[in-house]
Structure formats: structure tokens, C-alpha cells
């Protein structure tokens, strides 16, 4: 089985492009897990309200992976790791709040199988901040809560991702999200077709270990 994570800050058009994707391989999609399953905790206003909610999340993530069919091929997924993990530690940060849960978080998400796969390859998409408003503006489909967070916490992410691709250039790949929807389709695809990355895939734990400096 092949995953394929399509990442990227929020309204970037991980969904759009994902959806796209699927019909032209055939794969199979894991949705992202907000859009039909809210958080009880999500309007968090302390530390341990934000706990709660990170570790609700990663326990959602986690029990979907868990649920993918071993007997099928591809899937794509549009929710990644990086999302949640950086959020968990990076939010207090850009908020200037005295919050952090990072000793907690870790000791909780141990119970859980780090070595879990989450992808073979991550396809990274990135765009300008004036675009990514734009089509949040224009997307009234989603109420895209945190989104001005996400967008900050976005450069963290590039910054762990591009640490991890000098380890893993064959897996790790960024994309100029700015363009036409099919001109991005194109790049995607030609990343898939072409990509050979090494048999082992990335784990949960090589995504905690970066960003939390393991």
C-alpha cells in the first residue's frame, strides 16, 4: 500500500487537489478530519481545553490510519501529521500565550504506535499569503477556524519539512501552489509518476522527533 500525504497551510486546496488526484489514479481518500467531525474542545480558551483538543485530533488521525484498507494500493491524505503536531507546539508561540503542553502531549501520544507509517511521499503545497486569503474568502464552505494561525504556523512547518528533506530528498516535495488548479494537478502528477522513494516509509515518530527536537 502507498500513501501519499498532500500538505500544505490551510486553504491552500489540499481537498481540491487531493479530490482531483484520486479520480485520475483510481487511489482512495482520507478526508480531512474536521470537516465532518468537530472537536468538543476546539473553542479552547486555556491550557488544558488546548490539550484536550490536540490530543483528541491526533487520536482521530491516528484511529484513520488505523482503518485503511492494507489490500488497496494507493490513498491520499489530506490532513497531515505536520498539521497537528506543529499546531500543538507552535500555537502558544505565535499566540504569545503561556501555555505549553508539550511534556504532557508527549507523554500521551507514547500509548500510541509511533511507528506507524503516515506516508511514502509528502507533496507540500505551498502559496502567498494573499492568495490563501482569497480563497478562504471565496470557499464559504468551510468555516476554517484558526485560520490566520495556520498561516503563520505554516513557516514552521516548511522549516521542519525542509530539515527532514535533507535526509529524505526522495519523499519529501514542495510545490508553487500560486499557479491554476490544473497547472498544480500536472505538478502533482508528475511527482507521483516519477517519485521512487526508499521502501521504508515516514513514521509518526520521525515526524515527533523533528519537530519536537527528540
Request: net charge neutral.
Amino acid at each position: 500500500m502507498k500513501l501519499i500525504e498532500i500538505d500544505g497551510p490551510s486553504a491552500v486546496g489540499k481537498t481540491s487537489i487531493s479530490k482531483l488526484i484520486i479520480d485520475y489514479y483510481n487511489g482512495n481518500f482520507v478526508n480531512e478530519i474536521l470537516i465532518d467531525e468537530k472537536s468538543p474542545f476546539k473553542k479552547f480558551n486555556d491550557e488544558e481545553s488546548f490539550l484536550k483538543n490536540q490530543i483528541w485530533i491526533f487520536e482521530k488521525y491516528y484511529n484513520r490510519l488505523n482503518k485503511l484498507d492494507m489490500n488497496k494500493d494507493l490513498y491520499f491524505i489530506d490532513i497531515g501529521l505536520i498539521e497537528i503536531l506543529t499546531f500543538s507546539k507552535y500555537y502558544p508561540v505565535i499566540k504569545k500565550i503561556d501555555w505549553n503542553i508539550t511534556k504532557e502531549f508527549l507523554n500521551i501520544i507514547q500509548n500510541f504506535d509511533l511507528t506507524k507509517p503516515i506516508a511514502y511521499i509528502i507533496i507540500y503545497l505551498n502559496a502567498s499569503e494573499e492568495n490563501l486569503k482569497l480563497r478562504k474568502t471565496l470557499d464559504t464552505s468551510r468555516l476554517r477556524s484558526h485560520h490566520s494561525e495556520n498561516i503563520e504556523i505554516s513557516k514552521y512547518q516548511k522549516e521542519h519539512l525542509e530539515n527532514l528533506k535533507k535526509i529524505w530528498s526522495d519523499r519529501i516535495y514542495f510545490l508553487d501552489a500560486n499557479k491554476e488548479k490544473k497547472v498544480v494537478l500536472e505538478d502533482v502528477k508528475k511527482i507521483i509518476d516519477t517519485a521512487k522513494p526508499n521502501t521504508k516509509p515516514i513514521t509518526i515518530g520521525n515526524l515527533v522527533e523533528e519537530i519536537f527536537c527528540l
